[in-house]
């Protein structure tokens, strides 16, 4: 089946830049997001990319996707501490009238102020 | 945008007891709404899919009869837990699909 994997853990200085991995299997996956969870919370959808796209660009975020190596990456520019949550890499093919999602293992982020 | 709300946000009930816990899409309709556990630092796991007036289809290995889901509306799905155990403890996360996926905030759920 599909297997979505990331690093556990992410630590990083306010202002600098964060990079959060992503790897995946199902190469059916057309579409990859990336959701963030503040701890007790559900997810908020930050981003997403088509598997035809190599690069989208959301102000602080930029998305990287290497389909050859399927492989996903979450920048986030000038990192705040607000910024501190845990991040899930995730994909869904397409399927019909709605899409099961597969979650990886989330990132946990930590800023040091 | 889209709004998911679920209810309770916590619970804490006695080994043996039956929990529900609502989801309800606020300011849209959907006709599919996702169930997902999610354990202590794990990922999100999906349990079923529910649609509006339909059996909900269970992934493997989750009970059917131990989880069960209505989806009597176009806004709201709802998960009872029955006869729950202390292992049952966990996040419950619902989602509501109307072109992607809305989350809602998700339910603690305790048993003691």
């Known amino acids: 089946g599909e297997d979505v994997e990331q690093s556990l853990f992410l630590s990083v200085r306010e202002g600098d830049s964060s990079v959060i991995n992503c790897t995946y299997t199902d190469s059916s996956s057309t579409y990859l997001y990336w959701y963030k969870q503040e701890p007790g919370a559900g997810l908020q959808l930050l981003t997403y990319i088509f598997s035809n796209m190599d690069m989208k660009q959301d102000q602080r975020l930029t998305v990287l996707l290497n389909k050859k190596d399927k492989h996903l990456s979450l920048r986030i520019a000038d990192t705040q501490t607000g910024d501190s949550a845990i991040y899930f890499c995730a994909e869904s093919p397409l399927s019909g009238g709605y899409q099961k999602v597969t979650f990886g293992t989330g990132t946990k982020l930590q800023v040091i102020p | 945008g889209a709004v998911v709300s679920q209810h309770p946000s916590w619970v804490i009930c006695k080994s043996g007891t039956s929990v529900k816990i609502e989801c309800r899409s606020l300011d849209f309709q959907a006709t599919t709404m996702f169930w997902y556990r999610q354990f202590p630092k794990q990922s999100l796991m999906l349990m079923a899919t529910s649609n509006e007036g339909s059996k909900a289809t269970y992934e493997q290995g989750v009970e059917k009869d131990k989880f069960l889901i209505n989806h009597a509306s176009l806004t709201l799905s709802t998960l009872t837990v029955t006869s729950a155990h202390p292992e049952d403890s966990s996040f419950y996360i619902c989602?509501?699909?109307?072109?992607?996926?809305?989350f809602g905030p998700g339910t603690r759920l305790t048993v003691l």
């Open positions: 989602s509501a699909y109307s072109n992607e996926q809305f």
